[in-house]
């Protein structure tokens, strides 16, 4: 059995992620998930904790699927040197790959870099490149719910919080939207299945089982 680590957002918990959980242990995975504290400990501690579990794992696969911060702590982690961890794929929900419109909103209000935190420089920059030697897969919301569509200037289509544009990224395998929210990715169905998939074939036209909508 190959093992799945999952890995929240900003402002969350791993109580989030329990219906994605389930559904990939339902497909045949073997999951856990990994609490980080977002804003007052930011990403490289828990870069740093991930790449530990990593190694310690017992199976010779290890995937990672996070969504929005999430997604670039994973793929922080697997940018170590790829002898050090064992190989595995990444699918990212809903990531602010090229740095997030809404972020940069919050940080220009009185206190709103604060209530980013230690994430905030990750958040407002995103990631240059992809790491490389792993197989990447993102899926993107495009229902737009959110506060995010209040406070920062989004461009279309978008979930309410990161942009469609936000989650591309030089490097990545392949990309698909859903019809779902920011929040609403990780109740999506749809979502779930499509990640089970990438995660066994390394691509979103294989899915372990058909997708249903959100």
């Known amino acids: 059995m190959e093992r799945v680590i999952l890995l929240h957002g900003i402002w969350m918990r791993g109580v989030t992620l329990l219906p994605l959980a389930r559904r990939l242990r339902a497909a045949g995975y073997a999951v856990e998930t990994i609490d980080y504290a977002s804003v007052l400990g930011g990403v490289e501690p828990a870069v740093r904790r991930l790449r530990l579990r990593m190694r310690a794992a017992r199976e010779d696969v290890v995937h990672l699927v996070g969504h929005?911060?999430?997604?670039?702590?994973?793929?922080?982690?697997a940018a170590d040197d790829p002898a050090t961890l064992p190989p595995g794929r990444i699918v990212c929900i809903?990531?602010?790959?090229?740095?997030?419109?809404?972020?940069?909103?919050?940080a220009a209000l009185p206190g709103g870099r604060w209530l980013l935190g230690r994430s905030a420089d990750v958040l407002l920059e995103g990631l240059d490149a992809c790491p490389r030697g792993r197989e990447i897969g993102v899926v993107a919301g495009s229902l737009p719910l959110g506060l995010g569509a209040v406070i920062g200037a989004l461009a279309a289509p978008h979930d309410g919080t990161v942009s469609v544009?936000?989650?591309?990224?030089d490097g990545i395998a392949d990309h698909r939207i859903v019809a779902a929210s920011h929040t609403g990715l990780l109740l999506c169905a749809e979502a779930a299945?499509?990640?089970?998939?990438?995660l066994r074939h390394g691509r979103f036209d294989a899915p372990d089982r058909a997708a249903r909508a959100c």
């Open 165 to 169: 544009e936000e989650t591309r990224l």
């Open 68 to 77: 929005s911060l999430g997604s670039l702590v994973a793929l922080k982690a």
């Open 94 to 106: 809903g990531p602010p790959l090229r740095g997030s419109a809404v972020a940069r909103s919050l």
């Open 193 to 198: 299945a499509l990640a089970a998939g990438f």
